[in-house]
């Protein structure tokens, strides 16, 4: 227990204490104190009895000794405990229990034995207790639902009039009409795959709970990944039917007034659906065994890729190299697509010749058995993944405690428990500090919910003086937090009424955030960065310029040393969850940042939770040492023990429903707050000295563990003289600080200048992308193997020349899919990390520590040394893997471009995240907004094929301007001549691989003319390069917009 109340301690048997891994007792509860006296330390009437043996095991002890002999360190009380006949008596009976008769051993296998089941609930039962919980989880998460069926319907409708009526026949003398059906199905197969993306962040999210829930046997790890893949099954097949339905009648995949149309869809969706369930179950298994969002991301994209790569239309099955065919006949998307073709060509709207025509083209079998083949498969890797994200779950857990546990192993020991408060230091005043008095009057506030107005706080008055330490008190829901974020001007919702004064004039929230800090309840820091560096970026930013660097350091040393921070200063926060800091060590660095501020004023969100008394005991010492320097100190507290509760000045007791029990002083020993409270008629009297009075108050009002209060005290208090008293002292607070106090306004909005915001930002960005390997090198990991893999399967391709068509066709495909997926790679691994910042940028804009821009520029700046790098090793292997023009100018404008286009799509990545409310949204809008750029980018089908109402969309897209110049430096050739017979090969572009002559239905023309005629690709390389930097700069502009005017934080 941290800080068990009296009468929580009271509800226990045994009690055994701890300190420095030493029993310092261990017996019965009704012991402790005559154990404690028999060793000389005796505890005060008005001290808890958990806080006494707390502060036993510290340097705190010897205000307890009552004699001279009295134990000096822990080690010596243990030894005092070993030798006392307490010990004696626990250990008889340690001994006692420790027998080993056969009755006991008996029981004891009864118990527990071997044939004791792990689970309480049998198979079916488990099964349906964990799908009724899953089916609750995912039909809560409303938005994803929706916007996942919102982008089926979309893409179904958008694909289909793309390729709206495609025809009823084919053309043997033109493949156009044949390779369109193929582009259509394969964007149909690349839809089912790439909606499971967003299942990947949800399983990853989801791992934590997992574990914790499956090492106490809450359920079967079979039943548990059952249940997830059963509920998501209806999303998933829902998708599939609205985006097939769509496209296939839109597009007259198969001709519309054939006979077998209508069967033929029904057995194309049914084999999609199964493609959906297949890949979308692998990608849980990803998520099952990748050890971040990122990673997960990452494992995803390089699947899809290896898919494509293999599924015999980017390249033909016959062209697959020896080394990679093994893939292809375990690819799923190769499967698919050899069914969905076969159902097509099989149509009796296609006769046998057309038929043979179509799939000799790709190169895909004849053979009918492979539609139900491919099918058949498909659902056998559903129940295999399924296997395997049983075992990954199971046996392969992806938790980390190592790091936490080298943080304790690190820290000093002089700092054990031994060291507390050794030296009492007080804060450094850096200047003459403005002191503020705070006065709230008929403070109101409402939500709308259902339609109707719900009041949190009702007509509330109250004050805060400088260098007080305010409480405010109640029940859970009574409105505590709210009321201070309404008077910190933190509320971003509802509608709030009355008025605040600070120092006697109404409250500018402009300004109020340069001299206020408000210590949040969830502790909200940047990761990557370490305890000290996030002080000293707060004291930097949010204290004056005009103050020293010096000072602001050894202030910071102060704070470190007030909160007891030195043993863990050089350590990055770190996330909670895989071996961060602990609970307690956050709070103290989240009190520790807003301190760093010198704050005139500082409101505190339940400061001790989640702390131990003497951690809480610490904290408390410290915030009045605050108080005491001149600063306001407003704090919402839940129960707190008897030495924290008689910290402070005044309470401000609230009820549920919003209304004042109580405000006023709590006096020396409470005795003002018990003599108003003992002096309500209906009252009982605190029960005895030891009782803790913030107890004995909540209980009499009815916010404690008893039944409800038959007293209204909210009335009691108004009509008590001590209101009117408040009244009166509200009025003169105004009227005296109106008078005497300056009022709180400043030459600028924040502390810092432009250019200090901007140094700091970009100094805290540099290090965050230093120290994020699960980022960055797994990008650069992630992009030379990328850049291996399509070297290998495109080894040399165009080092010959381009003299066929289907050369041509190849360069274009593997050019198209590096800056696709290379793009949809560094696109959704970019938005779990602006997801981890993105929290305490909001935290610190409200703090006014700096502007949208510096935080925009520095985040742009840091990426783009990354973004450099790695998309030049990208290049210079893939480059000459796959045989392009050895030329240095060639290929530097060659990276140029893709460097333009990865960098385009890493900060579109950005914009998602900074716009939408969640990662799952934004993911899933990232695979939208791909689909969206493969699609008209000229690839899929070309330019000139797309219907005139989607013309417009070959403007804005950046893919075409990226792939459009990609292929012009390495196709492009300047010779101009009409097609003949009778070209020879002495020309002026015979060096150009772009001039290489073609036949095609026996007529040479050179392969920058193919390129042009199929793909409609125009040398425009410095037009294409400044529209992809327009677009990056219109892209950082919304970013910016989106820092500046979306939150996504409510309160």
Request: charged share 20%; glycine share 6%.
């Amino acid at each position: 227990l941290l800080q068990p109340p009296p009468e929580v301690f009271d509800l226990f048997d045994e009690v055994l204490i701890l300190a420095d891994g030493i029993i310092l007792y261990h017996g019965r509860r009704e012991n402790v104190l005559p154990f404690f006296e028999s060793i000389g330390f005796k505890c005060p009437e008005s001290k808890d009895i958990a806080d006494f043996v707390q502060e036993i095991a510290t340097s705190e002890r010897d205000k307890y000794s009552t004699r001279a002999n009295t134990p000096h360190s822990n080690q010596e009380i243990a030894s005092a405990w070993a030798k006392s006949e307490f010990s004696t008596e626990k250990q008889n009976q340690i001994d006692f229990y420790s027998r080993k008769d056969l009755e006991g051993e008996s029981r004891v296998e009864e118990l527990f034995g071997k044939n004791t089941p792990k689970y309480a609930n049998g198979l079916r039962q488990d099964i349906s207790l964990v799908l009724q919980r899953q089916r609750k989880l995912f039909t809560r998460n409303k938005g994803y639902i929706i916007v996942r069926i919102i982008q089926a319907i979309l893409l179904g409708v958008i694909i289909g009039t793309v390729f709206f009526d495609i025809g009823s026949t084919l053309d043997l003398q033109n493949v156009a009409n044949v390779a369109q059906r193929y582009g259509l199905v394969f964007n149909m197969c690349l839809q089912s795959m790439l909606s499971g993306m967003a299942a990947v962040t949800t399983v990853v999210s989801q791992r934590p709970v997992y574990y914790k829930q499956s090492k106490n046997y809450f359920f079967r790890t079979a039943s548990y990944v059952l249940a997830d893949m059963v509920v998501g099954m209806p999303l998933q097949v829902l998708e599939t039917v609205l985006n097939t339905t769509f496209v296939f009648w839109l597009a007259n995949l198969v001709p519309r007034d054939a006979d077998d149309a209508v069967a033929i869809y029904f057995q194309v969706m049914i084999i999609l659906i199964a493609l959906n369930l297949s890949f979308g179950s692998w990608l849980r298994v990803v998520g099952t065994f990748s050890s971040s969002q990122g990673i997960a991301q990452v494992f995803a994209g390089i699947s899809i890729s290896f898919c494509i790569l293999t599924s015999g239309f980017t390249i033909t099955v016959n062209n697959i190299p020896g080394y990679f065919i093994w893939i292809y006949w375990i690819n799923p998307l190769a499967y698919t697509m050899r069914s969905v073709m076969l159902l097509i060509f099989s149509s009796s709207a296609f006769d046998e010749e057309e038929r043979d025509f179509a799939l000799d083209l790709f190169s895909f079998q004849t053979d009918y058995v492979f539609v139900w083949t491919g099918f058949g498969l498909l659902l056998i890797y559903v129940i295999m993944n399924y296997g395997a994200q049983v075992w990954f779950l199971k046996y392969f857990r992806m938790e980390s405690s190592g790091a936490r546990q080298n943080i304790e192993e690190n820290v000093d020991q002089s700092t054990d428990t031994e060291k507390v408060d050794k030296a009492d230091p007080e804060l450094v005043n850096l200047e003459e500090m403005e002191k503020v008095s705070l006065v709230f009057r008929n403070l109101s506030y409402s939500v709308t919910a259902k339609g109707q107005s719900i009041d949190l706080l009702n007509d509330i008055s109250g004050y805060a003086e400088a260098g007080t330490l305010t409480a405010l008190m109640g029940s859970s829901g009574a409105g505590k937090t709210t009321l201070m974020d309404v008077v910190a001007g933190r509320k971003t919702s509802g509608s709030i009424s009355g008025e605040i004064f600070v120092n006697g004039r109404l409250k500018d929230k402009k300004y109020f955030a340069r001299i206020s800090a408000y210590v949040e309840q969830m502790d909200i820091h940047s990761p990557h960065v370490t305890v000290e560096e996030a002080l000293i970026f707060s004291a930097v930013l949010r204290q004056p310029e005009s103050v020293p660097y010096e000072k602001k350091m050894h202030f910071i040393d102060q704070v470190i040393e007030t909160l007891e921070l030195e043993p863990i200063r050089h350590f990055e926060i770190g996330f909670k969850n895989s071996g961060g800091l602990s609970t307690e060590q956050v709070k103290r660095v989240t009190i520790g940042v807003e301190l760093a501020a010198n704050p005139s004023v500082i409101f505190l969100d339940e400061p001790t939770s989640g702390l131990d008394s003497k951690a809480a005991l610490t904290v408390m010492r410290g915030i009045k040492r605050v108080a005491t320097s001149g600063r306001t100190i407003i704090c919402t507290i839940h129960q707190p023990n008897r030495s924290i509760f008689e910290s402070f000045d005044r309470l401000l007791l609230l009820r549920r429903g919003g209304r004042v029990v109580y405000f006023g002083k709590i006096g020396t020993g409470s005795k003002t707050l018990l003599s108003y409270f003992e002096g309500v008629p209906g009252t009982k009297s605190i029960p005895n000295a030891r009782y803790n009075p913030a107890t004995y108050m909540l209980e009499v009002t009815g916010a404690g563990t008893n039944s409800a209060s038959l007293v209204d005290y909210a009335n009691e208090y108004v009509n008590h003289p001590i209101y009117q008293q408040n009244v009166e002292a509200m009025e003169k607070m105004i009227e005296n600080d109106r008078g005497s106090a300056r009022p709180v306004q400043f030459d600028k909005e924040f502390a810092a200048s432009y250019w200090m915001q901007q140094q700091q930002l970009l100094k805290k960005c540099l290090r965050t992308y230093w120290r994020s390997p699960n980022y960055n090198l797994v990008r650069y990991l992630v992009l030379g193997f990328m850049a291996f893999l399509w070297g290998l399967a495109f080894f040399q391709a165009v080092s010959e020349g381009l003299n066929e068509t289907t050369t041509v066709q190849s360069l274009v495909g593997v050019i198209f899919m590096a800056i696709i997926f290379i793009g949809i790679i560094n696109m959704n691994t970019t938005i779990p990390q602006v997801m981890f910042e993105r929290a305490p940028y909001y935290r610190e804009r409200a703090s006014k520590m700096y502007s949208a821009a510096p935080y925009g520029i520095a985040v742009t700046i840091a990426e783009l040394p990354y973004l450099i790098t790695s998309t030049f090793m990208f290049v210079i292997i893939y480059y000459f893997l796959i045989g392009l023009i050895p030329d240095a100018s060639k290929m530097f404008l060659f990276w140029w471009i893709f460097f333009l286009y990865i960098t385009f799509c890493t900060f579109f990545g950005q914009m998602l995240a900074v716009l939408l409310p969640n990662q799952q949204v934004a993911i899933i809008l990232a695979g939208l907004s791909t689909t969206m750029f493969s699609l008209f980018c000229g690839f899929i089908i070309a330019v000139e094929d797309i219907p005139s109402f989607w013309q417009f969309m070959t403007y804005i897209v950046p893919t075409r301007y990226a792939l459009n110049a990609l292929v012009a430096i390495q196709v492009y050739c300047p010779c101009e001549f009409a097609p003949s017979n009778n070209i020879t090969d002495e020309w002026c572009g015979k060096n150009l691989p772009g001039c290489d002559l073609i036949d095609v239905d026996g007529v040479k023309i050179t392969a920058w003319a193919y390129a042009q005629e199929v793909f409609g690709f125009t040398n425009d390389v410095y037009v294409d390069m400044g529209a992809l930097i327009a677009f990056i700069v219109g892209i950082r502009t919304i970013t910016g917009f989106g820092w500046t005017y979306v939150s996504h934080l409510k309160r």
